[in-house]
């Protein structure tokens, strides 16, 4: 069942692994146990991350910031005890191939309206999501570099909700989704041309999902 579901799971998305350092809550991890990032170096939230959960080359936290645990008192010796058996192997993560980019033409322009034919590529999405219930998924909006950054990492931030609200809305659990914003960050086309505008004026959306090994 797990390799089926990587197969079904390979035709629709993409992400890359990069190792960082030992996973604490609230971040994805592979089989190593070691976070998880994206194609553009962000670390994965797992959809109880909060912003307290931030680690060291996380989400903007560097090094120094980490503040050292006040050391434990000696406890006393336990007294022997009879050896448990050892308990059943973690969830592995399984990385799919391709992601599903809804383009700019499927907003009404300059806002963060979705247009109806955005819907059908969509609901392909709330039907992966009802058939593989331990994936999550991971919704980053993008601009092209018309206007403001600050205006655009807002609108990029909005159009990523709208697609969440979308999916929501159609019952998948919003513990499962996350977002966020890039603005024109990370062009896939031309910034000179009307078509390369379009192309980079996008919604992506990347999955994760954890099999029982």
Not at 172 to 184: C, E, N, P, Q
Request: some cysteine; hydrophobic content about 40%; glycine content about 8%.
């Amino acid at each position: 069942m797990a390799l089926y579901s990587c197969i079904a799971l390979s035709a629709m998305f993409s992400t890359q692994a990069i190792s960082a350092t030992s996973a604490p809550d609230g971040y994805v991890v592979n089989s190593s146990g070691v976070i998880v990032r994206d194609n553009y170096g962000d670390c994965w939230h797992t959809g109880s991350w909060t912003p307290a959960m931030a680690v060291p080359g996380c989400d903007g936290v560097t090094a120094s910031e980490r503040v050292a645990a006040p050391p434990k008192a000696v406890a006393p010796a336990p007294a022997p005890v009879v050896a448990e058996a050892a308990p059943a192997p973690g969830p592995k993560t399984i990385f799919t191939d391709k992601p599903i980019t809804i383009e700019g033409a499927n907003f009404a322009s300059g806002s963060a309206i979705l247009k109806p034919a955005a819907f059908r590529q969509l609901d392909t999405v709330v039907e992966f999501a009802a058939k593989y219930k331990e994936a999550n998924l991971a919704i980053v909006g993008y601009t092209d570099n018309r206007g403001s950054e600050a205006a655009n990492q807002t609108l990029s931030a909005q159009r990523a909700e709208a697609v969440k609200a979308y999916l929501v809305n159609k019952g998948v659990d919003a513990g499962r989704i996350s977002t966020s914003g890039k603005g024109s960050a990370n062009p896939v086309g031309d910034n000179n041309t009307a078509a390369g505008r379009a192309q980079n004026r996008r919604v992506e959306i990347n999955s994760v999902e954890r099999v029982a090994q």
